[in-house]
């Protein structure tokens, strides 16, 4: 049941190599994980993907389920085959954007009722729909269904959402212990079938976070998420609550912080011995003309980029950075090309996974500032 | 000043086998060229485009006129620089677009003013003006000044429109020899420089036509264009007009028919002995969902091919169709991702460029059913 995690080396600093080995892919990680809502990470296709190094990427049980449906998905071998993604997927449960997209939900304990953004018709989520959902897509990876507590919440109202939380992470698990055999490839990959994990919650109250993880680590997931983060508080808080969670949790399981980050936080992160991390920024700021380079953010739209004949981050090495200009970007990004978005997203994330691929080098080579003895652990 | 047109083999129906030696590439005839109006092919990165066989595409000189500016294109050293394509371009007039995009246009015999579709701003087109702003864009080949006579139009007005054309034909010409060595890449090129074509007009008249042709002939352009053609006319009308025109052209000339066609259209008109083809159609209709396939046109939208798992032509090998399946290219039409648009041009441009390659070889082996004695010529 527990997914094949080996630590390969931890730094003083807190931060793990390790290799995640998945049905369908081993990860290396500390790993970022772009996001494709829709099956599809957003104006990339599948072999560029493969060809930046991205390993896993994630899928949205919300959006599936809506559309073209999970059973829909399963007919058909489930989201892997649907898409041609032989690689690693992770999957939501749908929480996140039921409460994110949906103004007129409706939540009680059995679970949360929801109109669809796409054409109003009426829904019920429930721990046990969700996991059900996200065994007929099939992501080698899937999440507990929780509440992702809204911030600022006062005390009393984290309290509350985490109760549901913790009641929905023990029925998550109990229907997917239940069930998880029943994924569709499972006789394809000699046996083997997707995990779950919890997902840790509690607000910005470090006890909250504290007993969350504890009980979630007594349940025995596959892998542990702290989710309820880049909610709106700061960094420095979004930070402690890292700092808070992840002593607790077990070294021989995976750690993922969910929606996260900037650039400099998910090498911050993964340097403290964060294992997973996933955010649409890098992708959805790619849209909208904002580059991340090796010298800061660039907005490409800028006027000073007009006849500016340097690719987007001269130290790059990327399809894009290698061919292309600011000038030509700006161009497609002004004149509303559709290969604008694709262009600028491709570097992105050539620049998120290669800032994962430095540290991965530099927690192996023990040569970052903060290494300390290497405690192999194989 | 001759482009070096090189005509292989030549088939007792027409059809022509050539070699195009342009300053920055050798293209293979008959060639269909995709459409780049603001200096991309919408939804296509160029390694694509390169791995799919296109060795010429065309940029509007009209968009890029208004946007980028065509001074800024010959500041960053010509269109071929500024957009990372190594490969031949060809500018068209801009004449199209200021006729098509511009309902409070004003012609005179000296050219055209029009307003700017971006912006409203007002602008003066005169021949001299388009070869200015097409040599700074420094294509390999460019085209004359011409009007794109209405479709229909009486004989009175179809006069007049060709007086207008014949008249900028002339003008283009010569300032086009008074300035084409000014090219920005031409001491890179060893002293080779840009092409002018000279446009056929003339609506659906054939003697209008033939004169015209007869003309354009006599001033002596380094290749010939049929225009004014799939503007709303009868294909058989079509056809008529490019079997009238053709025979009056020199055979050690390359021959374009501008905006055409459907794959049975470019097929055809190849295997008639038309040497260049340019048409939005595999594009646009791409964006719309609409699919060419050896088993017919294909409307990905609709439901039927919602679970269909076959690729959207099993007879093809393009790495659309290689790898993706017609429910998974519906899903990502329904669910509007910009996914779609790439895919689905990604493989109509293969199918067209394909059907160019099918022609091309069947040319050169004689083995088409029209084909007669091979007749060298070089």
């Known amino acids: 049941m527990t997914p094949p995690f080996q630590l390969i080396a931890e730094t003083a600093g807190g931060g793990r190599l390790g290799r995640l080995a998945l049905p369908h892919q081993t990860v290396e990680t500390p790993v970022f994980m772009p996001v494709g809502t829709q099956g599809t990470v957003k104006a990339v296709a599948h072999d560029v993907l493969e060809s930046l190094g991205a390993e896993i990427i994630l899928g949205n049980t919300y959006h599936l389920y809506l559309r073209p449906g999970h059973e829909s998905i399963r007919r058909m071998g489930g989201l892997h085959k649907f898409m041609s993604w032989p690689r690693a997927l992770l999957s939501d449960s749908g929480g996140f954007q039921v409460f994110s997209l949906n103004a007129l939900r409706k939540v009680t304990d059995d679970g949360v009722r929801f109109r669809s953004h796409l054409d109003g018709s009426s829904h019920f989520f429930t721990p046990e729909h969700s996991v059900d959902v996200q065994i007929a897509l099939g992501a080698d990876i899937c999440m507990a269904f929780d509440e992702c507590t ?146 800061g953010r660039l907005n490409i739209k800028n006027k000073q980029y007009a006849e500016d004949q340097n690719p987007p981050d001269p130290a790059c090495d990327c399809p894009v950075c290698r061919r292309y200009s600011r000038a030509y970007l700006r161009h497609l990004m002004q004149a509303g090309e559709p290969l604008s978005g694709t262009l600028n997203t491709i570097h992105n994330l050539a620049y998120y996974l290669a800032i994962m691929h430095r540290v991965r080098r530099s927690l192996e080579a023990g040569s970052s500032a903060d290494v300390g003895r290497l405690t192999p652990n194989t």
């Open 150 to 295: 809204e911030y600022p919440a006062d005390r009393t109202r984290a309290q509350e959402s985490l109760r549901l939380t913790m009641a929905w992470a023990r029925r998550s698990l109990e229907h997917f212990c239940a069930h998880r055999d029943e994924v569709i490839w499972r006789d394809e990959r000699e046996g083997r079938t997707q995990s779950l994990f919890g997902i840790v919650q509690g607000g910005m109250y470090r006890d909250l976070r504290r007993a969350c993880a504890e009980r979630l680590v007594e349940m025995d997931f596959d892998g542990y998420a702290i989710g309820g983060l880049s909610v709106g508080e700061t960094r420095e808080l979004t930070l402690k609550m890292i700092a808070e969670v992840l002593p607790l949790l077990p070294k021989d399981k995976p750690r993922y912080v969910m929606g996260v980050g900037y650039p400099d936080e998910i090498e911050q992160y993964a340097r403290m011995g964060v294992d997973m991390m996933d955010c649409v920024l890098p992708t959805r700021a790619a849209r909208h003309g904002l580059l991340f380079t090796s010298e």
